[in-house]
Antibody
Framework: EVQLVESGGGLVQPGGSLKLSCAAS????????MHWVRQASGKGLEWVGR??????????AYAASVKGRFTISRDDSKNTAYLQMNSLKTEDTAVYYC???????????WGQGTLVTVSS | QSVLTQPPSASGTPGQRVTISCSGT????????AYWYQQLPGTAPKLLIY???QRPSGVPDRFSGSKSGTSASLAISGLRSEDEADYYC??????????FGGGTKLTVL
């Protein structure tokens, strides 16, 4: 059974930093691209970015809204993906989903999400 | 406002067939696969359709997808109360970003 478990969410002040983790199991993590997608309360889905596998040199891509502030990384030895968020803004407040692209190039499995609240 | 345009709402009665549209451009849906996700209330999204018309294992064949030009559609036949959810289309953009539609709230009357 595929499982993606996010952790690290919480309350942070504007301008602060937070690092989310995503522990994966049930699929070949090292061969899969990992995406982060967020959803503000009552709003739609917004793609944050993705990291590809070693075979693609761990290439990353980011949405314009987070480029230069957020960094996605992975540790294949721990089957874990990360989202480092710096210079956080109030508009970054959302549930952040870790997702895996195991068969296709877009997310096919989703974690339960972790809430990030940016507020003073 | 999302680049992929969906109607904000749709509705149908049990047993009916409902279609949800997703309009894009040649830079996204027109040149790439369309995907559909279902988000039941209070839960994480779930992949419903990939590569325009493929269903993951476990998704009922009541759900079908199609694509024509720069638009994609999701059809749900034999509508059930448990289909009441938000539905999102998605596609890669040629600039290597993933785009989501704004979402369609489906109500089963």
């Amino acid at each position: 059974e595929v499982q993606l478990v996010e952790s690290g969410g919480g309350l942070v002040q504007p301008g602060g930093s937070l690092k989310l983790s995503c522990a994966a199991s049930g699929f070949t993590f090292s061969d899969s691209a990992m995406h982060w997608v967020r959803q503000a309360s009552g709003k739609g889905l917004e793609w944050v970015g993705r990291i590809r596998s070693k075979g693609y040199n761990y290439a990353t891509a980011y949405a314009a809204s987070v480029k230069g502030r957020f960094t996605i990384s992975r540790d294949d030895s721990k089957n874990t993906a990360y989202l480092q968020m710096n210079s956080l803004k109030t508009e970054d407040t959302a549930v952040y989903y870790c997702t895996g692209a195991t068969v296709t190039t877009l997310p096919d499995y989703w974690g339960q999400g972790t809430l990030v609240t940016v507020s003073s | 406002q999302s680049v992929l345009t969906q109607p904000p709402s749709a509705s149908g009665t049990p047993g009916q067939r409902v279609t949800i549209s997703c309009s894009g451009t040649s830079s996204n849906i027109g040149g790439n696969y369309a995907y559909w996700y279902q988000q039941l209330p209070g839960t994480a999204p779930k992949l419903l359709i990939y590569r325009n018309n493929q269903r993951p294992s476990g998704v009922p064949d009541r759900f079908s997808g199609s694509k024509s030009g720069t638009s994609a559609s999701l059809a749900i036949s034999g509508l059930r109360s448990e289909d009441e959810a938000d539905y999102y289309c998605a596609a890669w953009d040629d600039s290597l970003n993933v785009l989501f539609g704004g979402g369609t709230k489906l109500t089963v009357l």
